[in-house]
């Protein structure tokens, strides 16, 4: 049986972002998933390994054995900054790769109506590797520089950074710095739209989230014995370096992780309702469409 084609490039309603955004994930679910792990996936085993391995060291760093005098090991903090290092880093890469990947595929099934070219996707996403971190070091700084401000420039800003990689990547004529100061004029012409669905993609994110927690932290409470009322401080440091607690944080982060991707399908939906509704290039092309089908 033949999958529904989502059309990207038209304008949308604020319910319409909303169902085209979880409806193109649940039919291309598969090879969506496949297509992102086969090139990021690499990316994504190191960044959940590094961060086991620097969820056990820091977990020696404080000794709580006498309480009220925790002492510090300093004999650790060295592996654990150099740990510390290389989490950073895979995190940096899994979430350049996968984002780039998300975008890249959904090029692919826009330009060929459906139909994704495995190698196209992989060259893109590993030739703009570099303009995706200087995309997402400027998102880092006006995120964080709109964080210093205040509540409300937080709340404007997230909406231009959520389709600043989509720019990039379906106007390949503009460079890094263009899509990063379109972003902030394309939002303008429908904010409120783009706003309020990217607030409830952010919701959907966070409840799924909070779920996919719950055994994390179900295991802590009672390994903590919080439930009993006899916390230990003297256990704290074995319990963090616990195999299933730093299993359960990695599976955690994990899905967390993949969660990600449905703002980043919601980002390039707002994208293509914004871009539509300023040059309704997608209607113009269906209008030629239907024009060639008659001749």
């Not at 998300?102 to 330009?111: A, E, G, P, Q, R």
């Not at 060259?123 to 520089?145: E, M």
């Not at 009672?222 to 370096?241: K, R």
Request: charged share 15%; with cysteine.
């Amino acid at each position: 049986m033949n999958k529904p084609f989502i059309e990207f490039r038209k304008q949308r309603d604020f319910s319409s972002i909303l169902s085209d955004t979880f409806g193109f994930i649940r039919n291309e679910f598969k090879p969506f998933m496949n297509t992102i792990f086969n090139i990021a996936g690499p990316a994504i085993i190191i960044f959940m390994l590094s961060l086991a391995a620097y969820n056990y060291v820091s977990g020696d760093i404080f000794n709580f054995s006498t309480f009220g005098e925790p002492s510090f090991n300093s004999g650790n903090i060295v592996v654990t900054i150099i740990v510390a290092l290389l989490y950073f880093l895979s995190a940096i890469a899994a979430y350049i790769l996968t984002v780039a990947t998300v975008l890249f595929y959904i090029k692919s099934y826009v330009d060929n109506k459906g139909i994704t070219d495995q190698k196209e996707i992989k060259d893109n996403v590993y030739k703009s590797f570099w303009s995706f971190f200087g995309l997402s070091f400027l998102k880092g700084i006006t995120i964080i520089i709109a964080t210093m401000l205040c509540v409300l420039p937080v709340l404007y800003v997230m909406v231009p950074m959520a389709i600043v990689f989509s720019i990039y990547v379906f106007e390949p004529r503009r460079s890094s710095s263009d899509a990063y100061s379109q972003s902030f004029s394309l939002v303008n012409i429908d904010f409120w739209t783009a706003f309020g669905a990217f607030i409830v993609l952010g919701i959907i994110y966070y409840v799924l989230g909070m779920v996919f927690s719950i055994p994390s932290v179900i295991y802590a409470i009672i390994g903590t014995g919080i439930f009993s009322g006899e916390v230990d401080p003297g256990d704290m440091s074995s319990f963090a370096q616990d195999p299933i607690v730093i299993f359960l944080n990695v599976l955690n982060t994990f899905f967390q992780f993949l969660l990600n991707i449905i703002l980043m399908v919601g980002g390039a939906v707002i994208y293509f309702h914004l871009h539509e509704k300023t040059n309704f290039t997608g209607t113009y092309d269906r209008i030629n469409e239907i024009g060639k089908i008659e001749e």
